[in-house]
């Protein structure tokens, strides 16, 4: 074999190769950003197939909080409906109003001593805690990973590879200003 043929396969087989590697690294980064997400969905599953359990338990003790009920099923729709359509934008929003409702059904509850005492309450109230814990740290691993795989698709070179093979880049779950700041569960049921 002539050195003139072994520089042209050289020259040849070594973009390849490396537009090989970004390809499967970006196919990686995808696809783990992709997991991420459906660990974060089925905890948004868990928990809200749990909502209606803890719903009911309620109403049998809470018959004056309707409107409070109300407002948790009315968010965990809100979240279902971002989750079903897959908009990453809207489920930030949606879930932060779940939270606020649920804050203030739990804070209501403390004015109710029976449901306090209700052993179907306690274990609910303690299953979506740690739901909510679980789901909390999940978006911050998505986000991460979305993060990651994001910056990969817009780096040179690898915007090269990105570009030629339609890689998309993934919504991160955003929290606005005003939905980070405290909330005022008072205020919830005057």
Sequence with gaps: MSLGLIIFLGL?????FWGVAIFNQLVTLKNNTKKSWSNIDVLLKQRNSELPKLIDTCKQHMKY???TLEKVIKARNLVESAMQSKNIPQLGPAE?????SLNGLFAVAEDYPELKASDAFLRLQTRISTLEESISDRREFYNDTAA???TRIQQFPD???ANM??????DLLEFHMSELQDVDIAANFI
């Design 165 to 170: 093979f339609s890689f998309k880049e993934f």
């Design 159 to 161: 915007n090269i590879v």
């Design 65 to 67: 909080e309707q409107e």
């Design 148 to 150: 990651l795989s994001n």
């Design 96 to 100: 932060m109003k779940l939270e606020a």
């Design 12 to 16: 040849f087989a070594a973009p390849l």
